[in-house]
Structure formats: structure tokens, C-alpha cells
């Protein structure tokens, strides 16, 4: 059964960088036409697409957002990382990575998602 | 990119009844290569991640029972769910993956 599972710090200092991994179970990221992605949310707010990766490491970045993230995927351990730069206030969020199935055009299974505080 | 629009933002409704939430995209999200709608359906209750209702605009997922049906084409689509249940309280968002996926804004559905 897939399951996905997110990691990192919970707290991150402004202008530093966020850094999580997802750990995905179940299937191999580089067995099927899947892409990947990460989505946020903050407090009280409504979702948004931070990027999609495939296991080639072909990325799409939300363009709000590009010049601040990095997607990468690791297949060996079966696990995608994100950083976002230079994070403020603003990037306080409830983070979930996802796999976007490629059949639905939709995210299918999604993490429980791991909430991260930027604060000083 | 295309921007996802979710009417209303919040709905009260009595058990037994029949919710209706609207989602209209700024531009088609018909893929004309697949003949779908690039449109899906989620949601979430508090404390979870979302959950995939719909997809294709109108293609239950897995498991998602049947008073929830989805709807519409071009750029207007409908989330039903009929005969409201306790344990539908959540919020609902549309999300849009013909090109940048967007999703609405979310609606609140309350008892």
C-alpha cells in the first residue's frame, strides 16, 4: 500500500532555507509514469501547489515560487526533497508531498503533511 | 495560468440535504489530445490531509461514495453531494491541472 510521509525541521529561522524530505513506500518512485509533488497550506488558509517532480528529475515550479524552490528526487531511497530559500513569515505552513497520478491528472495519495513554523 | 473560482465560501445545510459548490476556471481545462476535463475534486476535514473525490470533473475515486457526484464542462463545474451526512463537514476545494495547477479557494460545508 503507498504511503508517503513527510520530514524535516519544524522550525526554520527567517532567511534560512526549508529543507524536507518525503518518504514514499509502497512503490517505486521510478516504476511508473507518476509525478510527485508538493503542496502547502497555511493557518487557516487554502492550498497551494508549491511544484511536481518525476523521477527523471523533471520539475514544474509554481511560478510564484521558482526562484525560491528546488525539487530533486532520490530513487535509491525512494524519497523527494524540497528547499525553499530565503523563507519568511509567509511560509509558515501545513507542508504535504503527494503523488500526482498520471492516469487521473490528479493527486491520489497524499501525506499527512508536516507543519512548519518560520520564526526567529 | 489558469484561476480556479469557488462559490460559495461557506454553506449550512440540514442533514438529508443536497449540497451544491460551483468552481469556475478563467480559461477551458478540456484536453482536447484525451477529450477530459482536467478537473478535480477534494476533501479535506480538519486535521487531514485532502482526499480525491473527483477527477476528470466527473469520475468518482476509489471508495468515494456515490452522493457525491461532479459535473460540468468548459469552464463550469459542479460538486453535488446529495443527502448531506454528518461526516461530509469539511471543506471542499476544485483544482485545475490542464497547465500550472491552481486550486479554488475552498468551501466550507457545515451542518
Known amino acids: 500500500q503507498l504511503q508517503l510521509q513527510e520530514s524535516g525541521p519544524r522550525l526554520v529561522k527567517p532567511s534560512e532555507t526549508l529543507s524536507l524530505n518525503c518518504t514514499v513506500s509502497?512503490?517505486?518512485?521510478?516504476?511508473?509514469?507518476?509525478?510527485w509533488g508538493w503542496i502547502r497550506q497555511p493557518p487557516g488558509k487554502g492550498l497551494e501547489w508549491i511544484g511536481s517532480?518525476?523521477?527523471?528529475?523533471?520539475?514544474n515550479y509554481n511560478p510564484s515560487l521558482w526562484r525560491r524552490v528546488t525539487m530533486s528526487v532520490d530513487t535509491s531511497e525512494n524519497q523527494l526533497s524540497l528547499k525553499l530559500s530565503s523563507v519568511t513569515a509567509a511560509d509558515t505552513a501545513i507542508y504535504y508531498c503527494?503523488?500526482?497520478?498520471?492516469?487521473?491528472?490528479?493527486?491520489?495519495?497524499w501525506g499527512q503533511g508536516t507543519k512548519v513554523t518560520v520564526s526567529s | 495560468d489558469i484561476v480556479m473560482t469557488q462559490s460559495p465560501d461557506s454553506l449550512a445545510l440540514s442533514l438529508g440535504e443536497r449540497a451544491t459548490i460551483n468552481c469556475k476556471s478563467s480559461?477551458?481545462?478540456?484536453?482536447?489530445?484525451?477529450?477530459?476535463?482536467?478537473l478535480a475534486w477534494y476533501q479535506q476535514k480538519p486535521g487531514q490531509p485532502p482526499k480525491l473525490l473527483i477527477y476528470?470533473?466527473?469520475t468518482r475515486a476509489s471508495g468515494v461514495p456515490a452522493r457525491f457526484s461532479g459535473s460540468g464542462s468548459g469552464t463550469d463545474f459542479t460538486l453535488t453531494i446529495d443527502s448531506l451526512q454528518a461526516e461530509d463537514v469539511a471543506v471542499y476545494y476544485c483544482?485545475?491541472?490542464?497547465?500550472?495547477?491552481?486550486f479554488g479557494g475552498g468551501t466550507k460545508v457545515e451542518i
Open positions: 503527494a503523488r500526482r497520478n498520471y492516469d487521473k491528472v490528479a493527486f491520489d495519495m
Open positions: 509502497g512503490v517505486s518512485i521510478s516504476g511508473s509514469s507518476d509525478y
Open positions: 517532480i518525476y523521477y527523471t528529475g523533471i520539475t
Open positions: 480559461q477551458t481545462v478540456l484536453s482536447t489530445s484525451s477529450n477530459n476535463h482536467y
Open positions: 476528470w470533473a466527473s
Open positions: 483544482q485545475q491541472f490542464f497547465n500550472t495547477p491552481h
